[in-house]
């Protein structure tokens, strides 16, 4: 058996981690909850709920993944007492391939979106919903748009863990914060500028509800990208030397910034030209184009690079995203079939590619045909978000803190007892008792709203 492949560098892994956990998710739904649930007070609670929630569930994730050196099936299968409890990884496996299918459908539309701004297409007066209406419902654009960006993705992944994620990495999650900054920068021009930050800072408790309370429970889940088989496959690549209780606080530091960060681009626009703040998702691909135009009126071409430079953030965060649900689902094929990476790779960039023509059709020709009232695409997003990713984190949390031998997570998490001994116990505690708590109360939330 040939030996596993390894991060080249510390910096490299915690990159790689970081941008399997930044995605749109950040730059696009993070933004539109703070609006819809009254700015800084969401922002306040998503923050405890990422310490004491979702970071301990993605150490989980680092420990099984790192002490195994296996994909997701193979480490639960190594550790787990019976074979019931394999079924974490497998359902890590699954989700990801799922969530591939119709998430690279959104990436394709980001892809469309860039290219339309530099074609000069989201500049002038423009009915934008009819422009992203028009859009989905031709077909062939949206299902263009997506295998293309299957197949950049597939040309990373194939290339390998080192030569192809990590290299991709260390260029893409860079950029992404460079262009954010640029974005913040031109963000000060504008009049609503003191308003958005005013918006983003000044907590209003008033507007919090336990709906919002476990709204921004459910985002920080969704958000770092947990029980997706993503950040355990990437575990595996570490090195034994690697301090996992850094790289955790690192990524989760990366992505809530990024989000954070995010609507310090989006708030001063939108209450530049006094557009409501909780639009929601058609916030980005129908509101902002014709946002960013008014916001810069006097130069339009400020307004057109402004816009250029968010959809090519977006079109990053989509693709480092992408690849991490992309990335576990072929280490399974290729480890527990013995199947080249090359063509295990490509089985995967080949299924997902064909089930994500017919996501994209469901939302265009093929929008009347519906599976318990629900398109294709909207059916994939229901059950992977709704039902089984809080189910995967339920269990991840439980086996880690109930199940795994507490000699296993005590050698991992301190590095054999060198460091953070006492966050190992407030670890154990979280992980045992808090996060399971906490995504039960989301995903009967969920279900029930």
Known sequence: MSERARFGSKLGGVLVAAGGAVGLGNIWRFPTEVGSNGG?????????CVLFVGLPVMLSEFIIGRHTRKNAIGAFRQLAPNRLWTLVGTQGIVVAFLILCYYIVVSGWTAFYTVSSAAGLLTGERDFSAFFANFVASGWMPVAASLLCMAAVHVVVVRGVKEGIERASKIMMPALLLIIGLLIVGSFSMSGFREGVEFLLKPDFS????DVALGALGQSFYSLSL?????????????????????????????????VLAGFVIFPAVFTVGVNPGMGPSLVFITLPSVFNMAFTQMAWVGYVFSGMFYVLLFLAALTSAISLHE?????????????????????SMGAGLISIACALSLGPWKDFLIAGMTLFDLFDFVTAKIILPLGGIFIAVFAGWVMDRRIAWDELTNQGKHYTLLFRIWRFLVRWVSPTAIIAVFVHELLG
């Open 328 to 348: 576990p689902v072929t280490a399974y094929l290729s480890e527990e079939t013995g199947l080249s990476r090359r063509t295990a790779a490509r089985l995967v």
């Open 40 to 48: 800084a007070a969401f922002i306040l609670i998503y923050l405890a």
């Open 227 to 259: 029980a997706m088989g993503g950040l355990c496959t990437y575990a595996s690549y570490f090195s034994r030397d690697t301090n996992l209780v850094k790289t955790g606080f690192s990524v989760a530091s990366v992505d809530t910034s990024v989000a």
């Open 207 to 210: 507007k919090v509800t336990v």
